[in-house]
């Protein structure tokens, strides 16, 4: 579907873009992630996708850089009138959203399958 990514896993399930960052990324560096950040949000605009799901799973500890990749996909969707929602997030991941205060724009919920079916309803 995308060129190689190696900080995100990337697919769209109806009009949801889906969303799930894939190891070691509290060290990311912005001009690493800046790449793969323009394919997520070229995929959005080209895919029609009105809401994004972030899975976050496979990352137990994650810091600004990945918090302002975030914030940017989610301008994008607050500019469709769309959804963000994360899930999975480890009891630090928790820690940091809501220190960032992020809890307050995202939905957070404990799995994918309760995350989706948010976005559904």
């Given at each position: 579907?995308?060129?190689?990514?190696?900080?995100f896993?990337?697919?769209?399930?109806?009009s949801?873009?889906?969303?799930?960052?894939?190891?070691?990324?509290?060290?990311?560096?912005?001009?690493?992630?800046?790449?793969?950040?323009?394919?997520?949000?070229?995929?959005?605009?080209?895919?029609?996708?009105?809401?994004?799901?972030?899975?976050?799973?496979?990352?137990?500890?994650?810091?600004?850089?990945?918090?302002?990749?975030?914030?940017?996909?989610?301008?994008?969707?607050?500019?469709?009138?769309?959804?963000?929602?994360?899930?999975?997030?480890?009891?630090?991941?928790?820690?940091?959203?809501?220190?960032?205060?992020?809890?307050?724009?995202?939905?957070?919920?404990?799995?994918?399958?309760?995350?989706?079916?948010s976005?559904?309803?």
């Amino acid at each position: 579907m995308m060129g190689t990514m190696r900080f995100f896993a990337v697919h769209v399930e109806g009009s949801t873009l889906i969303v799930a960052p894939t190891g070691p990324v509290s060290n990311l560096v912005g001009h690493e992630v800046q790449p793969e950040l323009s394919q997520l949000l070229d995929l959005f605009q080209k895919e029609q996708c009105r809401d994004v799901l972030v899975d976050m799973e496979k990352v137990s500890f994650f810091g600004s850089v990945l918090l302002g990749a975030l914030n940017s996909i989610f301008r994008q969707v607050r500019q469709r009138a769309g959804k963000m929602v994360i899930c999975c997030l480890s009891g630090v991941g928790r820690e940091v959203i809501h220190v960032a205060r992020f809890d307050t724009l995202w939905e957070i919920y404990p799995t994918r399958e309760e995350a989706l079916q948010s976005l559904r309803s």
